[in-house]
């Protein structure tokens, strides 16, 4: 083996050599007098000439950048939550009243929300509620204001509630987004979804439509959501549901989703609903929290719909 401009050390030089770094290297991290630091680190530059050993250059401390946003994501048609000519919502947002005793109980039902998800590494969640009227729409509306204040994430809110959609009622918006259409594969989802600053999307619906279970179960469905999550890459994505012992839509869409988010009012909900909805997940699917509405005596109960 060839070796070109290199000065050969035998293994007693080198062994003597190590030593004498090792000594000098104490010496210097000991508290010494300036004369005395000088000279050690005189040394040790000469030691390392002698071994050809690079000085040690402290790793700059790393910096997490924010994951930069998707492409298809920044070319969403964005819009202000507040309604033009100053129309307030018709529910209780968390961002009017960050005060709040609501606000405050759904900041915590999302950080719970989020460390399930990422722990299992799912992002799929339905929001429904055993029965109408419980308030599905309002939490899931309430839920993707709180997540999507977290800094660089994204959160895409679906309102799939095809029987009384409300999502757009909910913010202040009038009804508008062909759900129906979309989910048939007729848009693509940049013509769909609507972006709400860096990390909120919507994909709202202006009608109800009267074959909501089949359009949920179509295989055409399947791919579309597939292709809007490969697109847009959410952290979380919310799926608005319609109450799960009225009608089939959400167990025709289990197949699409990781977890199921209920929804209880504290007024009308019993045990019984919750164990009626169990049976309907079954195994599969499973049921990540119950959230009560409208609770007896709770501070929140001002805030229930």
């Given amino acids: 083996m060839a070796i070109h401009d290199a000065k050969l050390v035998s293994d007693a030089e080198m062994s003597s050599t190590m ?3 090792d000594k000098i290297e104490r010496m210097s991290k000991q508290p010494a007098k300036p004369f005395r630091r000088k000279a050690a680190l005189k040394a040790a530059a000469k030691a390392r000439r002698v071994t050809g050993a690079k000085p040690v250059t402290p790793a700059a401390p790393r910096i997490q950048l924010p994951a930069a946003l998707p492409e298809p994501w920044l070319r969403l048609e964005e819009i202000a939550l507040e309604a033009p000519g100053g ?4 529910l209780p947002l968390v961002n009017r009243f960050r005060g709040a005793p609501a606000t405050r109980a759904f900041d915590v039902l999302r950080t719970r929300l989020l460390q399930t998800l990422k722990a299992r590494g799912w992002r799929r969640v ?8 419980c308030g599905a729409t309002f939490t899931a509306v309430n839920l993707a204001l709180s997540l999507a204040r977290v800094p660089d994430s994204r959160t895409v809110l679906m309102d799939l509630n095809l029987r009384e959609p409300g999502v757009a009622k909910a913010l202040g918006r009038a009804p508008s987004g062909d759900m129906r259409g979309f989910l048939k ?14 990390s909120l999307a919507l994909g709202l619906s202006d009608r109800p439509a009267v074959d909501a279970a089949e359009l949920l179960q179509a295989p055409v469905c399947a791919g579309v959501l597939d292709a809007m ?4 890459n959410p952290d979380v994505v919310l799926y608005d549901l319609p109450a799960m012992l009225a009608h089939d839509d959400l167990s025709g869409f289990l197949p699409q989703i990781d977890g199921v988010l209920l929804v209880a009012d504290g007024t009308r909900t019993t045990a019984a609903h919750i164990r009626a909805c169990e049976r309907v997940l079954g195994e599969d699917v499973p049921l990540l929290g119950v959230a009560l509405n409208r609770a007896r005596g709770s501070d929140n109960e001002a805030f229930a719909v």
């Fill in 185 to 198: 594969g007729n848009l693509r989802v940049t013509d769909h979804l609507l972006r709400c600053g860096q």
């Fill in 229 to 232: 999550i490969l697109d847009m």
């Fill in 19 to 21: 030593a004498k770094l």
């Fill in 126 to 133: 339905a929001v429904a509620a055993p029965t109408r009227g």
């Fill in 87 to 90: 129309k307030t919502a018709s």
